[in-house]
């Protein structure tokens, strides 16, 4: 559909509903481009019960997007507009909670997805990636989550006109998906080793989570190759 026809169809609608976390950010890298590239009609709402207040919101929006959002979106928002997730991995590798902390434990690359939300967990289509390349294991998390929110939000824009137009995406190639007995892992414990918690995670230097890997025997590297497909930005 032409940019053009879409505006007009815009009229009666605003644009994006914006689904983040319970704490907001300031600043918000992602809230910020969503501003620019949406003007006045992106709103920016944090549900104290999302299961309850999306369903409310999804006819008067054209679109979702989502980013440090942890809850599922009811299937009801899913065929009511389409919702986009940014996820701080490089899909299909470290779905779910907490993936930067996963990746460096596990070895895998660092970087962001935007993908279309289904009603699996990080299992969508994939609009965009974008691979975290300026870090080292110097880097605290807190300043990992940092450089890959401004990765997010460039990614974003990169992939604004992909958005609107609802472009069906590349779907994840599952057999890639290859961490064996760290997948296991994952599923058994999602959330963050109680060390972590006690020593304030945003303090945690990223070469302590790699040793910690390495100690547990999950530190698998994995090699990310991008699709080709696929519109790519580079993280900074």
Sequence with gaps: MPL????????????????????PREPDPVLDVLSRLAGTTTIRHVPPKPEESL???????????????RHRIPRDVLEAMP??????????FGRGAHPLFWAL???APLGVTLHWMDEGIDEGAIIGQALLSHWTLDNTMAEIYDKAERAAAQLLRNCWRELLRFEPGCGQDLS????GQVDQLRHR?????????????EKIPAGDVEEWGHA???WTPAVWEPLSDLVVASGS
């Design 176 to 179: 890639r998906f290859t961490f």
């Design 83 to 92: 919702c986009a997730n940014l996820h701080p991995s490089l899909l299909p």
């Design 55 to 69: 369903p409310w919101y999804a006819g008067a929006f054209y679109l979702c997007v989502a980013w440090r959002h």
């Design 105 to 107: 434990a596990m070895g």
């Design 216 to 218: 547990q025997g999950i």
């Design 189 to 201: 414990a999602a959330e963050l080793p109680a060390w972590v918690e006690e020593r304030g995670w």
């Design 4 to 23: 053009s026809r879409m505006m007009t169809r815009l009229n009666d609608r605003a644009l994006v509903y914006y689904a983040t976390a319970n704490v």
